[in-house]
C-alpha cells in the first residue's frame, strides 16, 4: 500500500476558499427556498472581505483573469447580513 500510494503521481490542487464556521449543510436534492441560497451566499462572501481573502488566478483558464475579476468584486462589494437577514 506504501508503494502504491509513493508512485500515484497527482497534481496540486487549487486552494479551497475559506468559508465562514456553522454554516448548514445544504444539498441539491433538499427543497430549500432559493432565498436561502442568496443569503448563504452574501454571508460566504462578507465573511471573505472580512478576513481579506483575495481570489488567486487559474493559470489553466484562458479567462481566468476576468472570472477572477469577476469573482473578487462580489467579495469586494459584498455586506453582511442586517438583522432581518440574519
Do not use: C, H, T
Not at 8 to 14: D, F, M, N, Q, T
Not at 39 to 56: C, F, H, N, Q, T
Request: without cysteine; proline residues 14%.
Amino acid at each position: 500500500a506504501y508503494f502504491r500510494e509513493m508512485l500515484r503521481v497527482s497534481e496540486p490542487k487549487a486552494p479551497k476558499a475559506p468559508r465562514p464556521p456553522k454554516q448548514p449543510n445544504v444539498q441539491d436534492y433538499q427543497f430549500f427556498p432559493p432565498r436561502l441560497f442568496e443569503l448563504l451566499d452574501k454571508e460566504i462572501y462578507a465573511y471573505r472581505k472580512s478576513i481579506g481573502y483575495k481570489v488567486p488566478r487559474d493559470p489553466e483558464d484562458p479567462q481566468g483573469a476576468e472570472r477572477q475579476k469577476e469573482a473578487q468584486r462580489l467579495i469586494d462589494e459584498a455586506e453582511p447580513l442586517n438583522e432581518e437577514e440574519a
